[in-house]
């Protein structure tokens, strides 16, 4: 089961996360946080630790995909409407990479969103350095009715 909750201490506070209660892979490689701008727009962030680095001692490029992966339905979080849905297309282009410690955030917005297509780009940022770009699309399912 999961469910939302709200950080009420550490430098997180303020900010949302999942509580997660099974054992899914964003409960591995997470916590990661997000929070609402004053503009409207969704950001959201978490630490680097060791467990997201390569043997090169940068953050693995695979942890910044799945942070995009994540951050593209936060992003698109309104116009999901709380329906679930899948990335149907995740193009990234890599640019630096985070160490342990450094605050990696997103943000980005919404190109299109129709009835069951969602387009969405971002940056993925840690202080003044951009980490990576990504665009993607998700598809919205339709909320099936009740039994």
């Known amino acids: 089961m999961v469910g939302r909750v709200t950080i009420t201490e550490g430098e997180f506070a303020g900010w949302e996360t999942y509580e997660v209660t099974n054992t899914t892979f ?20 978490f630490r680097a630790e060791q467990k997201h680095m390569n043997f090169g001692g940068r953050m693995h490029g695979g942890c910044l995909m799945t942070f995009a992966d994540i951050s593209l339905f936060q992003i698109a979080y309104q116009e999901m409407e709380g329906a679930s849905g899948v990335t149907v297309q995740l193009d990234s282009t890599f640019i630096d990479g985070a160490y342990v410690g450094e605050r990696v955030e997103a943000t980005g917005q919404v190109i299109k969103a129709g009835k069951s297509l969602i387009f969405v780009r971002g940056q993925i940022t840690t202080g003044e350095r951009v980490l990576m770009t990504f665009s993607g699309v998700i598809r919205k399912f339709t909320p099936r009715a009740p039994a």
């Open 26 to 45: 964003d409960s591995t490689v997470g916590p990661f946080y997000r929070k609402m701008d004053p503009d409207g727009s969704m950001r959201c962030a």
